[in-house]
């Protein structure tokens, strides 16, 4: 695994001509995306350059604390980025950021503890990037889900609440499918690896010359680290949120408020 | 008529007022509703299914004080209060599944027997339609099934919101017919809300009208609806 590239600034600039291609179709076809390519493309290229430097200055100083510190980060911004997705749900950043950092400290913890991967900036900080990542894309679409059925089923909700029902027991339904969404993508993703898609370590790795049975390998120890991400992220976020929907009294508030 | 002179009290509101979206849907409501057959009547916005609402602890007033049975109606369980006090909404909310299924889960809740054969010959429904998927019932069918699943809770109090407003006349009449039958085979006492004050005067003893968020009137049935 010890392969190295060197990619030329030129090389990424010559890439470009697919982003104008991009651009071209968006304006072609009057998609109205020309805007949001140009911010996506100029982002990508200053935050990717930006933490390309955070990288390289923790690889340097090989400290642990500056790794959880910058997992830290990911996650308060994973959190911020999956609250805007979940805008139906009252009070998401909290449930939203215990998820991601249940998520994060469980997997990575877990993949130390059982010999994968060394405890350092090396391994940590990629490995929790995808795990944080990949959890945060759970958990904002499990928690966009619940707050779609639960504004879409309030009379039904409430009609079982009328019954004697907890919260809990009358948000059970909803829970579960909110949950479901939220796995439901990186499952088919994996049930797919290698079929329809290459997933990107695999590529890195295969382009930067690594032999392919590692490349396979240490892809299989990411997609299933995944799985146990998300299913953590999706679990903790919608068991905390389903909550910020009732109050103490057991009533269906009656209107989501649009902050945490 | 003064509601002490009339029967026992059930519930009784102080000074209720309830803001939602900035406006007041209910304002100052004090009124007072006895054991029996009680008619909420008034027009569509009066508040009728809000104060259905509080009384059932679905939503809290923002000021004012309600008490049921004289004990106020915060210092019950919500959980066991709404059991006793049960709401059957206006627009039928069955959970997916059978008709049985849905008069097993009420039971279960409440700690009771799931005899669907009775509840559903009490709201008016054959036995056969237990095995029946909620999904393919009428809507009237439906108001029924909803009918049954809260009387499989044996509930103290019937809340009622608009049972009949989705319905034809046959329907609503046989619907009618089911309340005064159960009114005559059950100890219960059914809180009624209506826009139509023909239906509560021949289902109501006591009348409490509504509009635009405060009671006008209420009392006697031949007091009110005179």
Known sequence: ?????????????????????????????????????????????????????????????????????????????????????AKKVPSAFWPLLIALATAGATTLGLVVALGVFEATARYLVPVGGMV??????????????????????????????????????????????ALRSGMIALIDSTKTTGLI???????????AGADPTDAVRLQLILLYSLLGSVAIAGLVATTLAYRNFFTPAQQLREVAEPRA | MRLRDHAAVLFELRGVSLIRGGRRVLDSVGTGIPTGATAIVGPSGAGKSTMLRL????????????????????????????REVSLVPQLPALLDGTVETNIAYAAELAGKRADSRRCLRLAGLDPGF????????SVGERQRAMLARALVQEPAVLLLDEPTSALDHAARDAIEATLAELR?????????????????????????RMEGGRVTDSGPLAEVLA
Not at chain 1, 197 to 207: C, Q
């Open chain 1, 1 to 85: 695994m010890s392969t190295s590239i060197h990619v030329s600034a030129g090389q990424v600039a010559a890439t470009l001509a697919l982003v104008a291609l991009a651009a071209a179709v968006s304006f072609w076809r009057k998609a109205d995306l020309e805007r949001d390519i140009g911010i996506a493309t100029l982002r990508s290229f200053v935050q990717l350059t930006a933490i390309g430097y955070v990288i390289t200055l923790i690889f340097e100083a090989d400290t642990i604390w500056l790794v959880l510190a910058l997992l830290a980060v990911m996650v308060v911004f994973g959190a911020l980025t999956a609250r805007s997705r």
């Open chain 2, 184 to 208: 005559r085979e059950l100890e219960i006492s059914i809180v009624l809300v209506s826009h139509d004050p023909e239906q509560a005067r021949r289902l109501g003893e006591w009348v409490v």
């Open chain 2, 55 to 82: 009384l059932n602890r679905l939503a809290d007033p923002d000021a004012g004080t309600i008490s049921y049975r004289d004990r106020p109606l915060a210092s019950y369980d919500p959980l066991a209060l709404r």
């Open chain 2, 130 to 137: 237990a095995g029946r998927d909620v999904a393919k019932l």
């Open chain 1, 132 to 177: 944080i990542g990949n959890a945060m894309t759970a958990s904002a679409v499990a928690l966009n889900r619940l707050g779609d059925e639960i504004a879409d089923s309030r009379a039904g909700i409430e009609a079982t609440l009328a019954l004697g029902a907890t919260a809990t027991e009358a948000a059970a339904p909803f829970v579960r499918r």
């Open chain 1, 197 to 207: 898609f290459f997933p990107g370590t695999m590529v890195g790795m295969l382009l």
